[in-house]
């Protein structure tokens, strides 16, 4: 199976990025494929807001009574909202350089919206994660203690 396109095409380079422009409208499996995945992206965002919401009541929780269970509630939670933001706020690209056998990695913002709400929440939640490193290294020494 071969897919062509037909119309004008013109390549532009802009920002060390190659920019296609069509001069016809976009076919329709584009078309499709476009829908489907603001769908997913919408999804995404109403997950990451739940996330963030659940992690307010969990960290007050946690900030009331420092306990080893809400610490690892709160430690999970934090990973799940960290993760989800990341993946819908960021895209890693490798580039393989010539003549070389490395490979940089280019991070790219591709969710301004969703990189503010990871800043914005990590940011308010920071005396809670002092808490729960101290926790953490509280915990660490009472192993080592008890091997």
């Known amino acids: 199976m071969q897919i062509t396109t037909t119309g004008l095409t013109r390549i532009r380079p802009q920002n060390n990025r190659v920019i296609v422009i069509r001069s016809e409208a976009a076919s329709i499996f584009s078309g499709e494929l476009n829908k489907q995945e603001e769908k997913i992206l919408d999804v995404d965002k109403l997950e990451l807001e739940d996330l963030k919401e659940e992690l307010q009541d969990v960290g007050d929780d946690f900030e009331r009574e420092p306990t080893i269970a809400n610490f690892r509630v709160f430690r999970e939670l934090i990973g799940k909202f960290a993760k989800k933001a990341?993946?819908?706020a960021y895209k890693i690209e490798k580039?393989?350089?010539?003549?070389?056998?490395?490979?940089?990695?280019?991070?790219?913002?591709?969710?301004?919206?969703?990189?503010?709400?990871?800043h914005l929440v990590m940011e308010g939640q920071q005396n809670r994660i002092r808490i729960a490193g101290r926790i953490a290294n509280i915990n660490g020494m009472i192993i080592q203690i008890s091997v």
């Not at 393989?96 to 969703?114: F, G, K, Q």
Request: hydrophobic share 45%; no cysteine; glycine share 0%.
């Open 86 to 88: 990341t993946s819908i």
């Open 95 to 118: 580039k393989a350089i010539y003549r070389s056998s490395r490979t940089l990695e280019i991070v790219a913002i591709i969710d301004r919206a969703a990189d503010e709400l990871y």
